[in-house]
C-alpha cells in the first residue's frame, strides 16, 4: 500500500515541474524562454489539471507569434508526468479568443483565422531558429576574438574547443534544431546550411551575424520595457490569484503597441 502511495505522489504535477517545462518555451523572436520574459503570469496546479496563463507586452503583438508560444506552452505542459488535462490562456490580446480557442480545440493556426492565414508556421518557425542560432554564435566568436582568436585560426576552429557552459550548451542545441552537426570535430564558424565560413568571407560573416544578434537583444529589451509599462514589476502571480490586473490598452501605449505589431509583421519572411 505505501508503495501505491508513494507511485502515486510522484505522478502527480507540481508548479515547479509545469514552470520547468515552460522554461523550455521560448518566444520565437526573442529566443528566450517566457518563463524569464515574464509572459508567464498564472500557475496553477488541481491533481491532474494544470492552468497556466500568459501575458505579452503589448495588446497588439503579432497573432502568429502570440500562437506559436501558447501552442508551445500547451504541448510542454501536456507532457509534464501527471498532467491530463491543459488549459493555457492568453489575456489580454486582440486575438486572444481565437488562439484560446484554436489551441484547445488543436484546429492549428490556419483553422483558427480562417481567410487570414496564408499558410502554417513552420516556415516563420524555421526563419527565427536560423537567426536564434547566428545570434548565439555572434556571442561566442566574440567571446573568441577578446581572446585573441581570429582570422584563420578563429576558420579552424571546431565545436569540441568551446569552453563548457550555459552559453555553448544554448548554442548546441540551437545547431541541432537545424540539424547542424554537433560533433566536436564539426567546425564551429558555419552558415546556417552548416557550410563553413572560409577566412575571406569571415569579416562579412561577422558583420552579419553582430547585427541578427543586435536586432534581437534590441527587441528584447524593447519588449521587455513595454511588458514592465504595461503590468509594473513583479506583477506576476503563480498559483496564488486568478488574474493579473493589466492597465488600459488606450493612449500612448496602445499607439506603441500597434507600431511594434507592424514592425513585426514587417520582418515576417
Not at 515552460?22 to 524569464?36: F, H, K, N, Q, S
Not at 564558424?189 to 558583420?207: C, I, K, N
Request: hydrophobic share 40%; with cysteine.
Amino acid at each position: 500500500m505505501a508503495s501505491s502511495s508513494a507511485t502515486a505522489r510522484q505522478a502527480t504535477p507540481t508548479e515547479a515541474a509545469v514552470r520547468d517545462a515552460l522554461g523550455a518555451v521560448r518566444d520565437p523572436e526573442l529566443d528566450e524562454a517566457i518563463t524569464d520574459l515574464d509572459f508567464v503570469s498564472f500557475i496553477r496546479v488541481d491533481g491532474g489539471a494544470v492552468e497556466v496563463r500568459l501575458r505579452l507586452p503589448t495588446y497588439f503583438c503579432a497573432p502568429n507569434f502570440a500562437w506559436l508560444m501558447v501552442a508551445d506552452a500547451h504541448r510542454a505542459v501536456g507532457v509534464v508526468p501527471g498532467v491530463d488535462h491543459v488549459d493555457v490562456q492568453l489575456e489580454e490580446h486582440v486575438t486572444a479568443d481565437e488562439i484560446n480557442t484554436g489551441v484547445a480545440r488543436n484546429a492549428g493556426f490556419d483553422g483558427s483565422f480562417p481567410g487570414l492565414a496564408d499558410g502554417g508556421l513552420d516556415d516563420l518557425r524555421a526563419v527565427f531558429r536560423r537567426k536564434a542560432f547566428l545570434a548565439r554564435q555572434h556571442r561566442l566568436l566574440a567571446g573568441l576574438r577578446a581572446d585573441g582568436v581570429d582570422g584563420a585560426e578563429l576558420c579552424a576552429q571546431q565545436v569540441g574547443t568551446l569552453p563548457p557552459g550555459p552559453e555553448t550548451a544554448v548554442y548546441l542545441q540551437r545547431r541541432e534544431e537545424l540539424g547542424l552537426p554537433v560533433d566536436a570535430d564539426a567546425p564551429l564558424v558555419v552558415h546556417t546550411d552548416g557550410s563553413p565560413v572560409p577566412p575571406a568571407d569571415l569579416e562579412d560573416h561577422l558583420a552579419r551575424i553582430r547585427t541578427v544578434a543586435v536586432s534581437i537583444e534590441g527587441n528584447t529589451g524593447f519588449c521587455r520595457g513595454l511588458l514592465e509599462t504595461r503590468y509594473g514589476r513583479n506583477r506576476a502571480h503563480d498559483g496564488t490569484s486568478s488574474s493579473v490586473s493589466g492597465r488600459s490598452h488606450d493612449g500612448p501605449q496602445a499607439a506603441s503597441a500597434v507600431g511594434h505589431m507592424t514592425d513585426l509583421k514587417q520582418r515576417q519572411r
